[in-house]
């Protein structure tokens, strides 16, 4: 049965694929940055050497011409950071041997000229970090030429190679596979994966400019902050890795308080029965029984309630059919919630969603409260749609309408089961009332902001 | 079709059909169009040397999908539902298929190619197998396994939708 409907199933699953454009244009991109990696890796090769290098561009992508350079008095803000970054002094043991900097930038103009036009003769090159992590000997060098915004390469060696080695020899399965910050973070945060599946091999790096200190806190409370031994800079090799957050204070400004780059804790798969069962203790109202699937599949593939910005697994906070209106089917809507490093709680939503032509897509979008969203007893007022233009709104037993704004205008709940979208609620009429069949208000709620993970966090750069 | 101007178009002709393959063994269209990438341009610096080059850029991405996988092994992400598609006909088709694609991902990687050549490209149980390089009865055996392992994960039929029977409320 299964096989005779199997054919016309996958069919109709890839019918409406529609490629991204130009995809003969992004063929030949990928073939020319590939170049570079393949010829090292063959050098690598002939080397019959062990070593490693990481070629990343950080601070500028590669590839193709220079991004305009942005501006504005925060982007200015951020070079000056920036600056002071590149002109702190060299951080790690290594870097403060001048004969190791000077041969290891020596080794990567030899072989850049060997291979490729990278890095140019004429600019200014600076050994940023050097030093042995784990098994691995690690090295961030910056070049800066004719005033472009700098490129920083990070090459990565086993543990004591020399100069010459780790400037030259490469590995093409290394990458990056989390980095914080935007092009102009002044605080560099990534980390390093060879992907030769060996874990040892994963490193995490946090670097600020020279004067300012970081320090770092487990989670799950992310609480208890200790200023890192190293100062201005922070590395994690794969043996005493354990998810924490950083924070980099500048005199006695904090300027980043956040998670370490790290990858969103998955694997998990769809809940197992016991799990789903915490999961699902203290949701409000029922889950209709055809909304399962969904609600297993969120939980198996929530990002951010699963990475370093929550403090606990999520939950099932809802799960119903929606009401969109005009006409439009019903959506499956499931809202998972989980509890916030730092406090308050993230929140989740994810909705099927059918257009007029009859297109369903997955809709998500996230939100932050304050207080607990399992209070039986609140209302929540949830920012939904494309635009966040709509709210979403679950009342508590009892609540027969809810009012917004000052002027009353009811939306009837009586016959729903607990939500419904109303909208849209403006940030001057954020306040909705819950009122029983006599008029009489039992309940409140506030309209809760969108955030995908950001609360909690400080990123302040850019300000005075 | 040889040199670039011949490569150029056998991407603009086959791109869409690899793409639904590699769609299926990947399980998001980001993924499968990297898959895809990634093969083209594995093809594209042998192009003169490529008899078949549906077949080559179809081996690649199995290929490519399987050491993904062994390197990932334990932390593949599951795509909640397609991500994108039309849906012109009933929700229950909707939820069979969303229930057929999310098991799809559970498969092991050369059960879940052999199923996607034999189903969906069409492929005889010959053609399969020199694809894959093992034997028509390895290709018999993945395919009775994986159509097995698919009844075990799809659910039977959804009861009826609730929304007919609920009241639509009113938007403000």
Redo the contacts between chains.
Sequence with gaps: MIDERLRDDLRALTDALRPVPDPFERVQLRVRRDRWRRIAGAMAGTLAALMLLALVPLLRPSGGAPPARPSGPDIERLREWQQRLLASPARGALAKDKAFTDALIAATYAEGEKLQPFPPRGGTARVLFADDVGSLRVAAISYEINGQDPSLMWYVADRGASPEHLGRAFDPNTEVTAQGGSVYDPFIRLALNTRSDKPENLLYFGLAPDGCTVATAPLPAASAWTDAPTGSYVVRAAADHHPEWWRVTCGKTVRYRGPMPDEPRLGAGPPSAAELATATARTRGTVPPNLSGLVNDSLASTLTLRSSVVSGPPQVLWADLVAEGNGLPHSPTVILAAPAVGGGWFGEVHSMVTDKAGKTDLAQSQFFTESDPFDPVSILVIPVGRENDNVLVITPPGVAAVVTGAGPVPVDVMDIPLGTIIGPITSDTPLVRGVDRNGKVVATGKLLRSDNGQANQVNAWAEP | LTGQDG??EF??AR??QL??IA??LAGS?HE??DVL??A??RA??RWNRIDDPVAYVRRVMINVQISFW??HR????????????????G?E??????????ALRTLPPKTRAV??LR??A?LSEADVAAELGCSVGTVKSRASRG?AR??EH??PP??P???LT???????
Aim: proline share 7%; aromatic share 8%; net charge positive.
């Design positions: 490569f150029r991407v603009e791109y869409t793409l639904g769609y299926l269209s499968a169009e990438q990634s083209l341009a594209m610096r062994r390197r334990g932390r593949e992400l599951l795509t909640p539902v397609r991500p994108d598609g039309p849906v012109a006909d929700s088709d909707v939820l069979r298929r969303q229930a057929l694609f999310k199923l996607v189903y969906w069409d159509l698919l009844r799809l659910e959804t009861e939708s609730r929304t609920q009241p639509v409320p009113r938007r403000i």
